[in-house]
């Protein structure tokens, strides 16, 4: 499944809006990678969740049925969660909540929710940028090994992480932990992506700022802006997180009629139910 948010690049709830209202109307339309060419729908970790889902059902059919834990399912704005509405099962077996727009309200919203449904577990979804159309195409989705944070540090022009000034955004569970990213681990019920997600105060606008972000985070799979903030909530709270981001656009791609919003929210819905029905979230 092929989803990816950067959606911080829209300058505004109308201007997304008006690109998902846009692209509605208009069918399934193939997938355009950043270099122009379009090409059919090929398979992914859409693919391998629906797959997942049937083999979850049958395995219902011949064994006792598992009550799957209390999930709550967090959605960072509301025309993320307008068209999510539409699809079969959202809110029904889970309640979802807004988390709002950004790493500062996402990890204030999330903690709040968190403390008022008392989830056993946390699905965040939304849309995402992919550094990699070839690899994680636009119009899928996946889910993510892990998230790193980009905009706490020093510097604009020349930035330096925390990390690498000897500072994490909260101290590491146990002692003795070797150094390394100041990355936080995410559950993956389904194979992830080939990399972690990566989580950005500002999104993407140009093609140096996605050269630098790489060059700062090589393995980087995908940019959003709300990730690491639940990620960090959710560990504070010790509840499981995953999360699954539907692929619209490349990361630092303005052009907003290549976007594919709503492909993406129906990619990245499709793997969240299949996490939702998924009593066991202890690997793929």
Known sequence: ?????????????????????????????????????????????????????????A????GTPVAAPHTLVLVPTEIERRHLARRRGFGVDAPCELCGFGPVAAAARARDAIAVHEPERVILVGIAGTFDPGGLPVGTAAVFPSVLMHGVGVGVATFVPAIDLG????????????????????????????GPLLTVCTASATDGDTRERRALFPDAAAEDMEGFAVALACRLADVP???????S???GDRRFERWQIPQALDAAWLVAADLLDRPDWSGP
């Open 1 to 57: 499944m092929r989803v990816n948010r950067s959606c911080g690049g829209v300058d505004s709830g109308e201007e997304l809006a008006a690109v998902v209202d846009g692209l509605n109307g208009t069918g399934r339309a193939p997938t355009v990678l950043a270099d122009g060419d379009r090409r059919p729908p090929q398979p992914s970790l859409c693919r391998q969740s629906a797959d997942g889902l049937a083999a979850a059902t």
């Open 59 to 62: 395995r219902g059919k011949l």
């Open 167 to 194: 500072f994490r955004h909260w101290p590491r569970g146990g002692e003795g932990e070797a150094p390394g990213p100041d990355a936080l681990p995410l559950a993956c019920p389904v194979p992830p992506a080939a």
């Open 241 to 247: 997180l995953a999360i699954v981001r539907g692929i």
């Open 249 to 251: 656009n490349a990361v």
